[in-house]
């Protein structure tokens, strides 16, 4: 037993290396599970403020009402722009598991190109409402919209200035695991968003234009 523990002794002493393994520990799927929860926290964000328009979407304070202020045609085109950028996301992660780099860049250039127009049409609809006088100072429920719409259109933009970063780095490196994964991610994020819209369409848009 002695001779053992020597050359055990021996050993690390010729490899000090060896004294110590620290093996790393990276559960598989990591990145995906704290991106759920990631959309879970935000979840409970928009959350509050549909509770909000809840409890304020019908105190104008004497000012103008949902079925004075919104264009529903123009709400329509730009749900249409939504939705379809989500779609094309879909083709971009087909092409993406074909290994198809090329595909997949043009079909994310789709759909950020979709993601513009809806922005381009959300803030032609504000600066129209403002230079009606129905800011989000005028009453509760303007105060509500602006904050509700405002939050999910700013995801939005944040979500294009991600998909455009994404594009150069699939540009640069290809289709890597990590590349693979942040598709993954922003698809993810681009999904909710497209189910947080429904939520505003109908519960914002539709049911305000009901007396």
Not at 10 to 35: C, I, K, M, W, Y
Not at 58 to 65: D, H, L
Not at 128 to 149: D, E, K
Request: charged share 10%.
């Amino acid at each position: 037993m002695s001779e053992i523990t020597a050359n055990t002794v021996d050993a690390l002493s010729a490899d000090p290396s060896s004294r110590f393994h620290v093996e790393e520990h990276h559960p598989q799927n990591g990145t995906l599970l704290g991106f759920w929860i990631y959309l879970m926290s935000d979840c409970l964000i928009f959350a509050c403020l549909f509770a909000a328009y809840a409890v304020l979407g019908r105190n104008y304070a004497g000012g103008p009402s949902g079925a004075e202020l919104f264009d529903l045609p123009l709400v329509a085109m730009n749900t249409a722009l939504l939705l379809l950028s989500s779609i094309t996301y879909g083709f971009a992660m087909l092409a993406s598991q074909r290994k198809h780099l090329r595909s997949t860049l043009v079909w994310l250039g789709i759909t950020g190109l979709l993601g513009l127009g809806f922005l381009s049409l959300e803030l032609y609809e504000f600066n129209h409402l403002l230079h009606q006088g129905a800011g989000p100072q005028r009453s509760g429920f303007l105060t509500a919209f602006f904050a509700l719409v405002g939050t999910h259109g700013l995801h939005v933009a944040f979500g294009t200035i991600w998909l455009v970063t994404l594009m150069f780095q699939l540009k640069r490196h290809g289709l890597i695991p990590e590349n693979n994964r942040r598709l993954m991610c922003l698809s993810m994020f681009w999904h909710f968003l497209d189910v947080i819209w429904i939520g505003v369409f109908t519960f914002v848009y539709l049911m305000g234009v009901l007396p």
